[in-house]
């Protein structure tokens, strides 16, 4: 009971003071309400320099979080794209600040029209569990970018991870620049009640809709990227094994527990016993094993590994064939498991899986693979494994996705140059890049006229002949 009154008084604390860190920022903003390209270079340098100095702690911290997180992949799939998103940014940011001219109607001339890019003011960020370095960095770096103000709201379930961040943030940013928020669910409930100029959350789909409720009350724009079922579609003529290979990179990546790894595949019936195989032997070859196997990432925690062992059970319960493709397991090290002859009331054909769980759906032709996909709610991403054209403009034209890989999976999200966001019930907005310095920015159109009044021209009284002939001149 004592525990429960100390965490109680801990999570009243922080509640209590996120108005005050919130007005903090607005006051420092207000002083400086459009921080030069100098300025904002010099703090994604320091940002860079910061998580190139750190490497180790941080790999340290996720793995502690996780319970065991391959370094390998942390390095690969966090610390690189951050690192790369901050000199892509670097290397952008004048020319995504130069104000852009835009054309002014022959009626309205002599004037000038522009649109230039203002800061938002402080920026929420709320981050989830998965990838916690990437999905706090990632937006941060469109937000300094755009010359905000950024607090950020870390996941309860990487406790270590968030208190690295915060620490290490705070050895180069004062708190009214950037703040690191730690605790529970309460705290980020209230987090994302506060009135942000904008607000970002990455997570589920039902916490992104109690966000936007939120966020509804102060008319907080957001940007959500949430979820969903991401599907891959095998095509007939494609080989089996450049399909199988690369699925199973995107799926085994982070034992699954990636917002766009592939969440269900779409295999031609008669292949899919040969793409069964592949795919099995593929995910040997990258683990032969799970004991002691450092490459091998654990489920997140106790809850998310009995959520999908929960998935199995309920699979199995409902006519699935479950394939285990390891014998060993160790911890929350889950073997990764094909799911075959699955149907639509099993839950792992409902709910986004977020681990190394795999159905695979036969389908017979395109036309049929494209209905069940358009069929469902749009997802995060989608992957098309063929490589004829036609039926890739087909794919690409005839369903919607946040993103698609043509071939492969994941690595567009680490393409610093596209958008990057979810449709629908797998979000709305974008960031990354452009995309993200825009988000965080207010495009404001100006229309800018000197001395010189033509305009007098069509002031009333209605009526007179030179108005006459504006008006058979422009109306039409």
Known sequence: MLVDI???DQTHLVIERLPSILERQRRAF?????PDSEARLQWLEALHDLLATHQQAVIDAISQDFGHRSADETRLAEIMPSLHGIRHAQRHLRRWMKSSSRAVGLAFQPARARVIYQPLGVVGIIVPWNYPLYLAIGPLIGALAAGNRVMLKMSEATPATGQLLKQLLGQIFAE????????????????SRLPFDHLLFTGSTHVGRQVMRAAADNLTPVTLELGGKSPAIVSAKVPITHAAERIAFGKTLNAGQTCVAPDYVLVPRQHRDEFVEAYRQAVCRFYPTLTGNPDYTSIINPHHFARLQGYLDDARAKGARVLPLHDDAQGRRMPHCLVLDVNEQ???MQDEIFGPLLPVVPYDTLDDALAYVNGRPRPLALYYFGYDKAEQRRVLYETHAGGVCLNDTLLHVAQHDLPFGGIGPSGMGQYHGREGFQTFSKAKGVLA?????????IYPPYGRPLQRLITRLFVR
């Not at 006229?449 to 021209?457: D, G």
Request: aromatic letters at 12%.
């Open 346 to 348: 099993m839950t792992l």
């Open 176 to 191: 009214d620049q950037v703040a690191v928020v730690l605790g529970e669910a309460d705290v980020a409930i209230a987090f």
């Open 6 to 8: 100390a965490y109680l």
């Open 449 to 457: 006229r000197q001395r010189f009044n033509a305009t007098r021209l």
């Open 30 to 34: 207000t002083a400086n309400p459009y």
